[in-house]
């Protein structure tokens, strides 16, 4: 599975006109560890500026060209923020040669919020869609949630808000399948963190 990971983003990095960096290919696999190994649970940390948005993108949509039912949850402090991942994942379905098929040609739920690629037909979820961490994600259901960048001033300057954060992502146990993956991307703004959490 991880060499399908790794082509899918050579290929891209090609089309891009780009090398593939190495740890890129780091965060890759450590990406795909957390999805094929228990509990499925991980924390990814790298230095700003490193791509490691950029190379989750490109996981996520390597997960839906390699299972086209996945159920992905994008979260983020703001529904902005988390928007411009759903949007880096759609450019990518669009334009990587190996996700041609999963465009669809009648684009009902292809926006800046959500998008459905071509799956089996009765699933009620978007195939991804985003949300501001304090957003009504009530009755969603996912198979991968990627909460990218929760922890930002706004939402943890307090010891109140950060609380409060706490207990918004222990809603998510409800929102996850069984056998889902929940991935956690930011950088610590607090002695505080929330991420310590889920080290």
Not at 130 to 140: K, L, R, V
Request: net charge neutral.
């Amino acid at each position: 599975m991880v060499d399908e990971f790794h082509s899918f983003l050579n290929t891209w990095n090609n089309i891009l006109g780009y090398s593939t960096p190495a740890h890129h290919l780091q965060i890759l696999d450590f990406l795909v560890s957390v999805l094929t190994t228990n509990p499925h649970r991980g924390l990814l940390m790298a230095f700003r500026h490193s791509g490691k948005s950029t190379v989750v993108g490109i996981f996520a949509a390597c997960v839906l060209y390699m299972r086209p039912e996945s159920r992905i949850l994008i979260l983020s402090a703001e529904t902005g923020l988390a928007a411009r991942m759903v949007s880096h994942i759609r450019h990518i379905l669009e334009n990587h040669p190996m996700c041609s098929d999963l465009v669809p040609t009648t684009k009902k739920e292809w926006a800046h919020d959500r998008l459905t690629v071509n799956r089996k037909i009765g699933m009620r979820e978007p195939s991804v869609i985003c949300q501001g961490i304090h957003g009504n994600i009530t009755g969603m259901r996912a198979d991968l949630i990627i909460c990218d960048d929760i922890e930002v001033p706004n939402t943890c300057n307090t010891a109140q808000k950060r609380e409060m954060l706490r207990e918004r992502l222990r809603e998510l146990d409800f929102i996850l399948s069984p056998t889902g993956t929940m991935i956690y991307i930011g950088t610590p703004h607090t002695m505080d963190t929330i991420y310590r959490t889920h080290e």
